[in-house]
């Protein structure tokens, strides 16, 4: 059995331990004697994660934590990500402060790494296929990557992927979920070839509605029943021409956290519809079903609550773009400054399947606003970079803020916007604090 299956395990028991065993090992006890053993399926589950039987197994009482995933190893890094702040080991989250995103281009190291499963094993390109079948598909083919590049014309695109929790950290009441401050966002550049070119390929029937995809990453688990994430996009999504498989980022290797070594990116929607270890696409002819398709996952109200509401899966819908959002880059959060200088400022704004048409600073809490340079996109749903500078009037305490506008006129809110049960789509402007001196 693996260590590293320890920690996340712990962590689980020691919130809930009901919760723990159905999440794990699919153990349903009975909520009202908070009692019972092991059934069939559970010990299953169990024992592929042990490695070994459980002889005994039907003793073993409910909500015990199984000893032997007793240590806590947390890793403090990512191999190739230094920098990355960890939010969670098992199965692997984390995010990138905001001064390491100030590359236009966001290099491999510092693209954040949301995986709801556990890494693939065998990850050879030599030997990697991808399934394309379904309902409504009506000439099911698989290739391997080789075939992708000999059939389908090559494309490079820069893309920006965001967490649809991105954010999630600044809700009251406080949601579920990984605490994502501002880094679970990236925009590196993808070369692979346009899912379109592919599905076409394989023959859409009229009645296609979705096109889901499978990764190969596993359970936390371990039961291999189980999908860890199993989502997509609506079809006209799946056409558009930015909508890619890719097998290269930056020119190089996909990393492995990031999907090495195929992925799907349909760029501008929760970074949840691109697929890692992608093997499997499936066209389909309803809204895909696929794990963490149904609300309350990548889910919002259908109509804004109360903060802290219940909401019923009924009443809320799937995102779909993200809205629009900005970054201050530089200066890193806290620095101290000469304040007779002038200082300069730069980041990023992106607004989901939009563009941004301006970016403002405010170093007077939203008092009064500033325009910067915004440069055009390098290309659709790419962000946009954009500069300015400040200079501050005496020394002390300051923070500039940065909120972006789309092409619509929608801006981003000061304050933490439309609270939700999950936590989505936090696009409250970016604040730094800078010590003018
Ligand atoms: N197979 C698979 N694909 C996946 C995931 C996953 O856990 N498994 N996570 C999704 C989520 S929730 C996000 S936000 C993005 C993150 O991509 P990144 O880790 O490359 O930044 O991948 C998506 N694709
Ligand atoms: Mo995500």
């Known amino acids: 059995m693996k260590k590293e299956t320890n920690y996340e395990i712990n962590k689980l028991y020691s ?6 065993d159905r999440l794990l090992w699919g153990r349903r006890t009975s909520a009202l004697t908070r009692r019972g053993f092991l059934n069939n399926s559970a010990l299953m589950a169990m ?18 934590i199984p000893a032997a995933f007793a240590a806590d190893n947390a890793p403090d890094r990512i191999e190739g990500k230094e920098g990355l702040i960890i939010l969670n080991d098992r ?38 296929q991808l399934e394309v079948g379904g ?7 698989t290739f391997t990557i080789a075939d992708l590049k000999a059939r389908f014309e090559e494309v490079t695109l820069q893309l920006q992927l965001e967490c649809g929790g991105n954010g999630r ?10 605490q994502w401050t501002t880094g679970a966002v990236g925009c590196p550049s993808f070369t692979g070839v346009r899912l379109r070119d592919v599905l076409n390929y394989c023959s859409v029937a009229q009645d296609a509605v979705y096109v889901g995809y499978y990764g ?7 039961n291999p029943g189980l999908d860890p994430i199993s989502r997509g996009v609506p079809i006209a999504k799946a056409m558009e021409r930015e909508s890619l498989i890719a097998w290269a980022m930056n020119g190089e290797d996909i990393p492995l956290q990031n999907g090495y070594p195929l992925r799907m990116v349909c760029a501008g929607w929760p970074g949840s519809v691109s697929g890692k270890w992608l093997n499997r696409l499936v066209v389909r002819d309803r809204v895909h079903d696929g794990e963490k398709m149904a609300a309350p996952s990548y889910s919002v109200p259908s109509v804004s609550v109360a903060p802290g509401s219940r909401v019923a899966n009924e009443d809320m819908r799937i995102i779909e773009s993200m809205i629009v959002k900005s970054l201050t880059t530089f200066p890193q959060s806290g620095v101290s400054h000469d304040y007779r200088q002038r200082l300069t400022v730069r980041g990023h704004a992106w607004a989901g399947d939009n563009q941004v048409s301006a970016v403002f600073i405010s170093i007077d809490f939203g008092a009064t606003w500033l325009p910067t340079a915004l440069r055009p996109v390098s290309n659709r749903l790419a962000w946009q970079h954009w500069q300015s500078w400040v200079q501050f009037p005496e020394p002390g305490y300051y923070e500039i803020w940065s909120r972006a506008m789309d092409e619509q006129g929608r801006s981003q809110p000061m304050v933490v916007p439309g609270w939700n049960p999950r936590g989505y789509l936090n696009n409250a402007c970016h604040r730094i604090a800078v010590q003018a001196v």
Request: charged share 20%.
């Open 216 to 222: 190969a990453d596993s359970h936390t688990s371990g």
């Open 169 to 178: 950290n600044e809700f009251v009441p406080a949601a579920s979920g990984n």
């Open 135 to 141: 309902e409504s598909c009506l000439r099911p083919t």
């Open 91 to 128: 199965p692997v989250n984390a995010e990138t402060p905001a001064h390491l995103l100030d590359d236009d281009i966001t290099p491999n190291r510092y693209m954040f790494i949301r995986n709801n499963g556990l890494l693939p094993e065998n990850t050879d390109p030599q030997s990697w």
């Open 15 to 20: 919130k809930d331990p009901i919760e723990a």
């Open 47 to 64: 024992t592929a994660a042990v490695g070994t039987a459980i002889p005994y197994g039907r003793f073993l009482p409910a909500g015990l």
